[in-house]
């Protein structure tokens, strides 16, 4: 079983519409969260970091955090066509050391005009 | 913001040829550079976690005699992949950790990657 589950898409949504992505993991001790966007060919770009549980929103992302369920979500509100990339998540616990971060597979995102 | 650069985009090599990758942070001493390997779909795997000033640390299954890394300055870290083979083609791609905002617990600042071919 993988530590981060990550649905690969591809997930097709209409111009202005809400993204919905999230991730499961199951070791506890994970208490960093980020979610990168990646173009096709390109390194992946952070968007969100967050620590621990709770929500965090920066423009038209929201991050949420849900350590109880082990669950954590991307919303992306107003999509726009250049909002197609994948996305994946990544986390790692304050223990591990800094290149331990475990990637999902990443979800394919494509906004249609 | 960070930013780490990372050379060459794309190349195309002949099997049995060696490869230079480079990664340079820009506007941050980067003391530790991450190497990942990607395939099509599939998530980032790292490779090996370079230290400026000592050795690369590999992960499991890693051949550090084909995968060659130097960490050589504060700002500069390179990959080699020597004798190449078909099934070395692959997307490479460096991050540092932290970004020049956020410090160490912002994240990783990924490099552009390296889509290397191997005929």
């Known amino acids: 079983q993988k530590e981060v589950e990550q649905d690969p898409g591809p997930l097709s949504v209409p111009e202005g519409a809400i993204v919905s992505l999230n991730c499961t993991y199951s070791n506890s001790a994970f208490q960093y969260f980020m979610w990168y966007r990646q173009y096709s060919r390109k390194g992946p770009e952070l968007l969100m970091y967050t620590y621990s549980s709770g929500n965090k929103e920066d423009g038209r992302f929201t991050a949420q955090v849900d350590k109880s369920s082990k669950y954590i979500s991307l919303f992306i509100r107003d999509s726009q066509p250049s909002d197609s990339a994948t996305y994946l998540c990544?986390?790692?616990?304050?223990?591990?050391?800094?290149?331990?971060?475990?990637f999902g597979a990443g979800t394919q995102v494509v906004v249609t005009p | 913001g960070a930013v780490v650069s990372q050379h060459p985009s794309w190349v195309i090599c002949k099997s049995g040829t060696s490869v230079k990758i480079e990664c340079r942070s820009l506007d941050f001493q980067a003391t530790t550079m991450f190497w990942y390997r990607q395939f099509p779909k599939q998530s980032l795997m790292l490779m090996a976690t370079s230290n400026e000033g000592s050795k690369a640390t590999y992960e499991q299954g890693v051949e550090k005699d084909k995968f060659l890394i130097n960490h050589a300055s504060l700002t500069l870290s390179t990959l080699t992949v020597t004798s190449a083979h078909p099934e070395d083609s692959s997307f490479y791609i460096c991050?540092?950790?932290?970004?020049?905002?956020?410090?160490?617990?912002?994240?990783?600042?990924f490099g552009s990657g390296t889509r290397l071919t191997v005929v």
């Open positions: 991050s540092a950790p932290g970004t020049a905002t956020r410090g160490p617990l912002g994240g990783y600042t």
């Open positions: 990544a986390m790692r616990s304050p223990g591990d050391s800094w290149g331990k971060l475990q």
